[in-house]
T-cell receptor, first 115, second 112 residues
């Protein structure tokens, strides 16, 4: 069964450094998402992306964050200058279409640890 | 603003028992609701998606129900097995949005 793949599985970075998290969504999907889960807390939405542009973003997704689909298969999340509070599990998701009968499919996540 | 609550936070049952996990949401103008499974340190596996026009959705030993009017969904697991041990998350869309709002989950332990 097709799946969303994320790399790396674990990233350790010094505070203030830039980090790029990578995702390969399911190939025929058109909608892409990033969520994050701080340890012990709820999964929370960061951003959605469709047709090469952001369609929605949360208050968390400030100027330090950006997303890109650099080619036909990858979807990336960049954090420009990481903070301690960015430590979390980051999940990429994709869906074929929005609404009604199509679920969002999630990857296994990237655990980001900021030192 | 959508808020999703799951009770209980944790549940421990003996193998073979049937059980129900509860999810409530505040904004009933949803088009669907998803149930996920999360194993420790792992990603989210989509279990069931139930559309707003449906009252129930079944997959194997799992059955999800949705009552929009009361803002509730339940996940029923029949004949539980130790392999069902995981955290189960419920997620509903924010009104008019593709953004999913998650509950904190129910951590299920099935004892052999």
């Amino acid at each position: 069964e097709p799946e969303v793949t994320q790399t790396p599985s674990h990233q350790v970075t010094q505070m203030g450094q830039e980090v790029i998290l990578r995702c390969v969504p399911i190939s025929n999907h058109l909608y892409f998402y990033w969520y994050r889960q701080i340890l012990g807390q709820k999964v929370e939405f960061l951003v959605s992306f469709y047709n090469n542009e952001i369609s929605e973003k949360s208050e968390i997704f400030d100027d330090q964050f950006s997303v890109e689909r650099p080619d036909g298969s990858n979807f990336t999340l960049k954090i420009r200058s990481t903070k301690l509070e960015d430590s979390a599990m980051y999940f990429c998701a994709s869906s074929e279409v929005v609404y009604y009968d199509q679920p969002q499919h999630f990857g296994d996540g990237t655990r980001l640890s900021i030192l | 603003k959508q808020e999703v609550t799951q009770i209980p936070a944790a549940l421990s049952v003996p193998e073979g028992e049937n059980l129900v996990l509860n999810c409530s949401f505040t904004d009933s103008a949803i088009y669907n609701l998803q149930w996920f499974r999360q194993d420790p340190g792992k990603g989210l596996t989509s279990l069931l998606l139930i559309q707003s026009s449906q009252r129930e959705q079944t997959s194997g030993r799992l059955n999800a129900s949705l009552d929009k009017s009361s803002g509730r969904s339940t996940l029923y697991i029949a004949a539980s097995q130790p392999g069902d041990s995981a955290t189960y998350l419920c997620a509903a869309p924010q009104g008019g949005s593709e953004k999913l709002v998650f509950g904190k989950g129910t951590k299920l332990t099935v004892n052999p």
